[in-house]
């Protein structure tokens, strides 16, 4: 069975870092991009950032381009989001997402998410 | 980037009703589009992938069709578990984005 588990969300001030992880199993990890998406309380769903399954190809939404860092351990089958100088507006669920198979843009398994919130 | 524009963003409806929602790009994405449903607490399900296949388990009543900048999720005749909200997403590149959602509500 597939399984992705978010962690290390928390209460952060604005301005200071925060790394999310997320740990999966039950499917070859390294075959596989893996994605970030967020949702702010009572919004809709927003795309962060996606990694190919070897690093080689990385994307950003404008809005946290510059500030998040996602990577990735194959070894770990493991995906992290490094989030520098958080903004009242990054308070959000984060969702971990697998792709499907043959359609690397396209989450088919999502995790149940860890909370950031933002606030002095 | 890529905008997504869903319509209606709220749609009340009574069980047995054809619903539809329709999204539109607002550049080309030939057929790089997927649809998801998401209930209150829970994490999005994939519904639809590359504008019309189904996902495996998601029930035949719904469907989706379009390519290009304009797409449609039809759902031919509702029952109680699909009030939830749908979103569109282009996966054609990054940055992926989504619709906006559409708040399927029972009339």
């Known amino acids: 069975e597939v399984q992705v588990v978010e962690s290390g969300g928390g209460l952060v001030q604005p301005g200071r870092s925060l790394r999310l992880s997320c740990a999966a199993s039950g499917f070859t990890f390294d075959n596989y991009a893996m994605h970030w998406v967020r949702q702010a309380p009572g919004k809709g769903l927003e795309w962060v950032s996606g990694i190919s399954w070897n690093s080689g190809n990385i994307g950003y939404a404008d809005s946290v381009k510059g500030r998040f860092t996602i990577s990735r351990d194959n070894a770990k089958n493991s995906l992290y989001l490094q989030m520098n100088s958080l903004r009242s507006e990054d308070m959000a669920l984060y969702y971990c997402?697998?792709?499907?198979?043959?359609?690397?843009?396209?989450?088919?398994?999502w995790g149940q998410g860890t909370l950031v919130t933002v606030s002095s | 980037d890529i905008q997504m524009t869903q319509s209606p963003s709220f749609v009340s409806a009574s069980v047995g009703d054809r619903v539809t929602i329709t999204c539109r790009a607002s550049?080309?994405?030939?057929?790089?589009l997927a649809w998801y449903q998401q209930k209150p607490g829970k994490a999005p399900k994939l519904l639809i992938y590359?504008?019309?296949s189904l996902q495996s388990g998601v029930p035949s009543r719904f469907s989706g069709s379009g390519s290009g900048t304009d797409f449609t999720l039809t759902i031919s005749s509702l029952q109680p578990e699909d009030f939830a909200t749908y979103y569109c997403q282009q996966a054609n590149s990054f940055p992926y984005t989504f619709g906006q959602g559409t708040k399927l509500e029972i009339k």
């Open positions: 997402a697998k792709p499907a198979a043959g359609y690397p843009g396209v989450f088919d398994d």
């Open positions: 590359a504008a019309s």
């Open positions: 550049q080309g994405i030939s057929s790089w």
